[in-house]
DNA sequence: GAGTCACA
DNA sequence: GGGA
């Protein structure tokens, strides 16, 4: 099984003493892995790339509430929040032009992970880059403005740690709380796709990379 | 309700 | 931290 955090080791090395991924659910549906730091340094680049090109800003929701978590996007499509609802957009209303192509090392991760986890036909044509500075949350919900269902979610962690909620398929179940870390890859899908999750409050701290800030990548098939 | 709030 |  994959290993998690940052290693030292090719990427999803599979034969070391590091913490084993989990199998989150016990079903297979969801996975926690890490990524090579050799991918870290082209990662971290292109994630600047991207963001200077359609920078993140806090979006509002349909019932009018600033977002604490500063958002952005990468691929052909993007998603997006205001007054009329959420949606996938190929522009950035913000910049009025197409989102920054996905840069090859997020799309090679994406794809890496989602095999790594069982999910060997992913395509991803859209990552939503969320900013999280201390105290910014996401609060529970469904990934469900993509079209096909079978197609997972891949989702990276940088910087701060973090309390990723895990809940069920219904709003009022049970969530368990799973501390991500940098470099922690979570992987979901199948049965798990439409589970609702979530941030919990980002404690503040100092990353000695990333700084005082938490980044999340989160790859999906949108079309 | 991708949020906020009161309450525990 | 969980529920309305």
Known sequence: MPTRGVMNTSLFEMETAAPPSRDILGTGTAVLAGF????????????K???????????????????????SNCGSLGWVTDRTGYRYDVIDPEANRPWPAMPTAFRHLAISAAEEAGFSNFIPDTCLINRYEPGARLSLHQDKNERDFTQPIVSVSLGLPATFLFGGLERGDK???IQVIHGDVLVWGGSARLRYHGIAPLKDGEHPRIGRVRYNLTFRNAS
């Open 49 to 71: 790339d991207v963001i200077e090109r359609s920078p993140l800003r806090n979006m509002v929701t349909p019932s009018g509430f600033r977002m604490s978590v500063a958002m």
């Open 175 to 177: 969530t368990q709380r």
């Open 36 to 47: 090579a730091l050799d991918a870290e340094e082209e990662l971290l680049s292109s994630l």
